[in-house]
């Protein structure tokens, strides 16, 4: 009878800590994709100031952003992938800030851009913020 006791209480055991590992694995991928749509998100608005020097769109803050890209279907209106972008109406340096939303993780990288008189991006500094 102890026997079985100790043998359930070990099953249990490990079926708990698998569990707990399952779950932080699946938080750290949700994690690594918010990242991702985040500097996919910067990537874009990069993309639109090379097009046109004095590109801006610093509407609503972020979590609304100025505009959005939806990374899978509906992504924005399930908050399930999607980026969310801001572009200051700043001229040195311009500043982007990107938001990107897997499930329940956010992640936020924001560059700063540097361009030159013919609208050329010399330099972009990039960091990820952690509010």
Do not use: H
């Not at 560059?111 to 972009?124: E, M, Y």
């Amino acid at each position: 009878m102890a026997l079985s006791i100790m043998i359930l209480a070990i099953i249990v055991g490990i079926t708990a800590i698998t569990f707990n590992e399952s779950f932080v694995a699946q938080g750290s991928v949700q994690s690594g994709k918010a990242l991702y749509y985040a500097e996919v998100g910067a990537r874009d608005a990069l993309v639109k100031i090379a097009r046109n020097k004095n590109y801006s769109c610093a509407s609503p803050a972020l979590p609304t952003g100025c505009y959005s890209i939806d990374m899978v279907t509906s992504g924005c209106s399930g908050n399930d992938g999607c980026a969310r972008v801001i572009v200051d109406t700043g001229t040195a340096p311009k500043i982007v800030t990107a938001e990107g939303r897997a499930g329940n993780n956010a992640r936020k990288v924001q560059v700063s851009v540097t361009l030159d008189t013919d609208g050329l991006i010399t330099a972009s500094f990039w960091q990820e913020l952690n509010n």
